[in-house]
């Protein structure tokens, strides 16, 4: 849509006929009708006076695509709940996905530790913070990474002790932090 476009449907959903609006924002009938006929060019000081008087965004107006302020309230409330059923979605698809990856963890033959681990890590998962998951996250794409050089030959030994260090430190200070020890 072009912007005469955007004036003319903004106009008619505020209300106003083109009379009505034209005398509102002090311009004659016929140059709002070449405004929205794009006969005319509008000006950015024109823009700011529509925006103004629509109480609408210059963003709104000149790309049609409503911001944050251009939204009634039915509309927030109507994105909103879009916006939490698909939170919710991706939820239910991420429990799923966990749901599956344990089912398929029943089946093998664990040791006593690989069970321990299990069932702490499910404990502390439940209970922590999104930071926290998002530390543990980093922590854990760092020791893959420590992994994945220390058993190839091109990488510096001691850039690989240093790596294994940093992470140890880091996983330590979080203990600290998340057991509340000193």
Known sequence: MTIGDNIKKIRKEKGFTQQQFAKEINISQ???????????NISTKTLELLSEKLNISMNYLTTGEKMLRDLTEDEIATE??????KM??????????????FNNIDNTDLSLIEVQFLNNSIKFFQNATSDEINFMQVLLLKLNEYYDAKYHDNYDKNEIDNVYNDIKNSFDDFLKKYLNVE
């Open 30 to 40: 016929s140059y709002l009708s070449d405004l929205e006929n794009n006969r005319k």
């Open 80 to 85: 909103f709940f879009s916006w939490s059923e």
């Open 88 to 101: 919710n979605e991706d939820k239910r698809s991420k429990v799923q996905k966990i749901s599956n990856f």
